[in-house]
């Protein structure tokens, strides 16, 4: 990348920095704005920490499917033990 080119994305981006803080501090509809930003942000957080409760529940639920196979083999395997022996 050329000086050139390094200029240009540097103003770009400046711009676009600045275009994004003036809509965050104006007065009126920037307040609106703020106030979707902070709505949608919530709902994020919301979504994510089900996504986690569902994983957390999933989990739990392979656990305890692992906990009854172990068993139900170990029990097998004491039943052969002891018609084998």
């Known amino acids: ?10 103003i770009i ?3 676009a920095a600045g275009v994004v803080i003036g809509l965050l501090i104006a007065p009126e509809k920037g307040s609106e704005m703020r ?3 902070k709505e949608t942000a919530g ?3 919301g979504q994510i920490g089900d996504i986690f409760s569902r ?3 999933e989990v739990e639920e392979i656990k305890d499917k692992a906990v009854s ?3 139900n083999v170990k029990a097998n395997a004491d039943r052969m033990k002891e018609s084998m022996g």
């Open 13 to 15: 981006g400046a711009a």
């Open 55 to 57: 994983g957390k529940e």
């Open 69 to 71: 196979t172990a068993r």
């Open 43 to 45: 709902d994020w957080a």
């Open 1 to 10: 990348m050329n000086s050139t080119t390094k200029v240009l994305l540097g």
């Open 35 to 37: 106030t979707r930003i």
